[in-house]
């Protein structure tokens, strides 16, 4: 019997036309005297139904960083090379800055050039805080999205409605940004 090998919104390559679409909607396709579909079809947008050996997932996202079992995200101080302590005695922490770290290993993650601690270092230590706490965030987000899933519509409206901008989002994070991305321009007033 069939199974669906993408799911509704993910994005997949269309080896026949050579471009990038959205599964709009799975089609099962079913026979008499059968329990489950024998096929299943996708509708991609294009004019008609894809078999999923035409299709291709688009490649992993890196989601997998953030799962069970991978290093959590840390906040560490790194000496501030450019600035004494006294000449940076309005910044939260004088002589420092924040680095989060993403790697088991204390080092990968996320950095702040000087200039722009000094300019405003109380949003950038908000940052580092957010950015360290993600991971977690992204699992009570998930954690929430299958509680009302599986509330079979016994949640508040409220909720579902935060739990499906959840899912929104989380769609978003486990995409992959294309290889070549295009650029934006900038308007010209």
């Not at 799911?7 to 079913?30: D, F, L, M, T």
């Not at 109380?122 to 509330?151: N, Y």
Request: aromatic share 8%; charged share 30%; glycine share 8%.
């Amino acid at each position: 019997m069939a199974k669906a090998i993408f799911q509704r919104n993910q994005k997949v390559w269309v080896e026949s036309v050579g471009v990038w679409a959205s599964v709009e909607k799975i089609v099962p396709i079913w026979a008499r005297g059968f329990d489950e579909p024998v096929r299943v079809t996708y509708d991609v947008g294009l004019g008609r139904e894809f078999l999923a050996h035409e299709l291709k997932p688009e490649q992993d996202s890196g989601a997998e960083a953030v799962g069970d079992g991978a290093p959590p995200w840390r906040l560490l101080r790194a000496r501030n090379k450019w600035q004494t302590e006294d000449d940076s005695g309005h910044h939260p922490y004088p002589g420092t800055y924040p680095v989060v770290v993403t790697d088991a290993a204390d080092w990968g993650g996320w950095r702040v050039p000087g200039a722009e601690y000094d300019r405003d270092p109380h949003k950038i230590e908000f940052q580092a805080r957010l950015i360290t706490c993600a991971p977690r965030m992204l699992a009570l987000g998930r954690a929430l999205v299958k509680l009302v899933d599986e509330s079979a519509g016994d949640a508040p409206p409220e909720l579902q409605r935060i739990a499906e901008e959840f899912a929104k989002l989380d769609r978003h994070f486990r995409e992959a940004p294309s290889a070549n991305p295009v650029p934006a321009r900038a308007k010209v007033a």
